[in-house]
C-alpha cells in the first residue's frame, strides 16, 4: 500500500483502485510493504493510478524523511512566515505562501 | 574535414614516392657526396616523416576525443535510461498522439552545440522538416523552437521566416531537471501552441539512434480529444483528485508533461550526441593508422632504394677498380 | 488558459506549474542534510541562453543563469556558492 500526499488530502492506495490522477502537494510518500515502511518527503508532482492496479507517481524532488534537517526547517518556517506578512505584491506573498506551506509540510513530516 | 583535406595532400605526396622509378635513382650521378645525393635523399624521406608525425598527432587527439565521448556518454547513459521513466506514465496516461490534427504546430527540434558527431544534428532537422511539410496547409501555423547552434545553423538557410526561439549553450553545465524545466517554462510562456512536437535523437545504442517525435498537447486539445472519445478517450475513465476543475488538473499536468518530456529528450539527444562522436572519433582514428601504415610503407620504401643505389655505386666502383 | 473558474494561489500571481515545482523543490532542498544538500543543490545549476526570433531574425539573446533566476522567481534561499561557478 501507498499513502500519498494529494492535495485533497492525504490518499490511501491498494491494488485495484478506482483509476484516478491526482495533484501532488509537498508532502510524505509512505510505501508500506509487508511491515517494512519507507517514507519519502515529496516536493509536487503528480500520481496517476491505473486500471491494471499500477501506481505512477512523477515528482519532481523525493528525499528520505531523514535527511531532512529540523534545524533548517524551523529556520525557514519562521523566514517565510515572516516574509508572508511583509509581502506586498501579489508574487512575493505566493511566493511567501509557497515557503509557509512547504517547511510546515516539512515541519509535520519531521514531527508527524 | 581536416582529414580529408590531410588524405588528399597524402596521397599528392605519396604518388610520385611511390612511383616506379623512385626520385633517388633518377639523380644525376655527377653531384658531389655533401649537397647532391644525400641531401636529396634526405630531404625526399623529410617529407614523408613530416607527413608521419602529423598524421600521429590527428591520430592521438581523435584518440582523445574518443575516449572523452566514452566517457562522457557513460555518465550520461545511465540518467538518460532514467529519465525514462518520466515519460513513460504520462505516455501510459495520455497515449502517444502523434496524428491529433491542430492548427498551431510548434516543432521542438534538438540539436548539439558542437560538432563532429556524425549525422544526428541533420536527422533531426530532416525530421523535423518533414514533418514541418507534413503539418503545414491553409490557415495552419508551423514555427520552429531550435535547440543547439547546428540545427540552428540549418534552418536559418531556408526556415529562417519560421523560427520563433533559439536555444543555446545548454550543455556547459550537466544537464539536469530544474534547467531543462526553466527552459520548458519559458517556451511555454512565449509561443502560443495547440501541439508541441519535439524532435530528438533517441539512444538506443552507440551505433544506433532513433530519430524521434514526442507530442506535448495544449489542455484544451486534450480536454477536447477526450471528451469527443478521439485518439485520448481513456482520459475519462480517470477520476481527477485535487484542483478545483478538470481544466486546471490538465493544464498543470500539461506543463508538467512538456517539462518531464523535454528532459528526457534533452538528456537522450546529449546521449545520442556522445555516441555518435565516439564513433566517429573511432572511425578517424583508424583512418588515420591506416594512413600512417601507407606512409611508413612508402618511407621504408624510399630509404631502402637510396640505400640500394648507393650500395650499387660503391660496387660497381669497386670492381671498376679491380677490372 | 483553461476555465476561469478558481485557480491556485500561484497560477492567479502569474507563475506557471513549473516555476510552482521548482520552487518546492528548491525550499525542500535547502532543508537536507550534508551532504545530501550539496549533492542536490549541484542539480540546480541552470545556464543557456535564449533569443527570440522576429522576420527571420534572432533578437538580442538572454543568458539565463541562476542570477538571472533569482531575480525573476525570487529564489532568495540559493546559496551563493552555486551562483559563482
Known amino acids: 500500500m501507498v499513502i500519498i500526499p494529494a492535495t485533497t488530502g492525504q490518499m490511501g492506495v491498494l491494488p485495484g483502485h478506482v483509476p484516478t490522477i491526482a495533484e501532488l502537494k509537498p508532502g510524505v510518500l509512505s510505501v508500506h510493504e509487508g511491515n517494512e515502511t519507507k517514507k519519502y518527503f515529496l516536493s509536487s508532482g503528480f500520481a496517476f493510478i491505473h486500471a491494471n492496479s499500477v501506481a505512477d507517481i512523477i515528482v519532481v524532488e523525493a528525499v528520505q524523511v531523514d535527511h531532512i534537517d529540523p534545524s533548517l526547517v524551523q529556520k525557514g518556517l519562521a523566514e517565510f512566515t515572516q516574509k508572508l506578512s511583509s509581502a506586498t505584491t501579489d508574487l512575493e506573498k505566493a511566493e511567501a505562501q509557497i515557503g509557509v506551506d512547504v517547511h510546515s509540510a516539512l515541519n509535520s513530516a519531521l514531527t508527524g | 574535414m581536416a582529414m580529408a583535406a590531410l588524405r588528399r595532400e597524402g596521397r599528392r605526396f605519396a604518388n610520385p614516392l611511390l612511383s616506379p622509378r623512385p626520385i633517388t635513382a633518377v639523380r644525376p650521378s655527377l653531384f658531389s657526396e655533401e649537397d647532391g645525393p644525400t641531401g636529396f635523399r634526405n630531404i625526399s624521406t623529410q617529407v614523408v616523416r613530416n607527413r608521419m608525425k602529423s598524421v600521429k598527432n590527428i591520430q592521438k587527439i581523435t584518440k582523445a576525443m574518443k575516449m572523452v565521448a566514452a566517457s562522457k556518454l557513460r555518465a550520461i547513459q545511465v540518467r538518460a535510461e532514467n529519465s525514462r521513466g518520466l515519460w513513460q506514465p504520462f505516455t501510459a496516461l495520455l497515449g502517444d498522439t502523434p496524428s491529433v490534427d491542430v492548427k498551431k504546430n510548434v516543432i521542438v527540434t534538438i540539436s548539439s552545440d558542437k560538432g563532429l558527431c556524425g549525422g544526428i544534428n541533420s536527422t533531426s532537422v530532416k525530421t523535423s522538416k518533414a514533418l514541418h511539410k507534413l503539418v503545414s496547409g491553409p490557415d495552419k501555423e508551423t514555427k520552429y523552437v531550435i535547440l543547439g547552434e547546428k540545427a540552428k545553423a540549418i534552418l536559418i538557410r531556408d526556415s529562417k521566416q519560421d523560427i520563433e526561439i533559439s536555444i543555446t549553450e545548454l550543455q556547459k553545465n550537466p544537464l539536469n531537471y530544474t534547467q531543462v524545466s526553466v527552459l520548458a517554462d519559458d517556451i511555454l510562456k512565449n509561443v502560443e501552441f495547440d501541439a508541441l512536437r519535439i524532435i530528438f535523437n533517441k539512444f538506443q545504442s552507440v551505433v544506433s539512434f532513433l530519430p524521434t517525435m514526442a507530442t506535448v498537447l495544449s489542455p484544451e486539445v486534450v480536454e477536447r480529444e477526450s471528451e469527443s472519445g478521439g485518439q485520448i478517450g481513456d482520459l475519462d475513465a480517470y477520476e481527477i483528485e485535487g484542483g478545483e476543475t478538470k481544466g486546471e488538473i490538465l493544464q498543470n499536468l500539461a506543463e508538467f508533461q512538456f517539462s518531464c518530456v523535454m528532459f528526457n529528450a534533452v538528456l537522450e539527444n546529449a546521449c545520442s550526441e556522445q555516441g555518435a562522436r565516439m564513433s566517429a572519433m573511432d572511425s578517424s582514428s583508424r583512418n588515420a593508422g591506416e594512413m600512417l601504415d601507407r606512409l611508413t610503407l612508402t618511407y621504408n620504401r624510399t630509404r631502402q632504394a637510396s640505400i640500394t643505389t648507393e650500395l650499387i655505386e660503391i660496387i660497381s666502383g669497386a670492381s671498376a677498380l679491380e677490372g | ?85
Open chain 3, 1 to 85: 488558459m483553461a476555465s476561469n473558474a478558481a485557480v491556485p494561489f500561484w497560477r492567479a500571481a502569474g507563475m506557471t506549474y513549473i516555476t510552482y515545482s521548482n520552487i518546492c523543490a528548491n525550499l525542500v532542498r535547502n532543508c537536507l542534510k550534508e551532504p545530501h544538500k550539496t549533492e542536490a543543490i549541484n542539480r540546480e545549476k541552470v545556464h543557456f541562453s535564449i533569443s527570440k526570433w522576429e522576420g527571420g531574425k534572432p533578437q538580442r539573446p538572454s543568458l539565463f543563469d541562476l542570477i538571472h533566476l533569482k531575480h525573476e522567481l525570487g529564489w532568495e534561499n540559493c546559496s551563493l556558492n552555486v551562483i559563482m561557478e
